[in-house]
């Protein structure tokens, strides 16, 4: 699987603490050889985002992407359920 990352991904993960990035890093390694891993609790959107998808980095912190292809996605936002307004 390959992962682009936005601009706001970028950003938002730049101020997240760093035992959340090291999560984030792990899950993203489960990620990238199966999306559908039940640890990730990937699960797709609604409503205004209802085009993404979202995975869990730990009970509080997600990731929101999109399928760009079906070896590609682009990550476009990192933190907890504020992330989904």
């Known amino acids: 699987m390959i992962v682009i990352y936005s601009t706001k991904f970028y950003r938002e993960y730049k101020r997240i603490p760093i035992n959340i990035k090291k ?7 489960i990620f990238k050889l199966n999306p559908f891993n039940p640890i990730l ?8 985002l209802k085009d993404f998808w979202s995975f869990s980095i730990d ?4 990731i929101i992407f999109e399928f760009i ?15 989904y307004k």
């Open 69 to 83: 292809s079906e070896n590609t996605v682009c990550f476009h936002s990192i933190g907890s359920h504020q992330i």
């Open 41 to 48: 609790k990937t699960h797709k959107l609604t409503g205004n």
């Open 23 to 29: 999560q984030a890093e792990k899950m993203e390694t």
């Open 59 to 62: 009970y509080k912190n997600r």
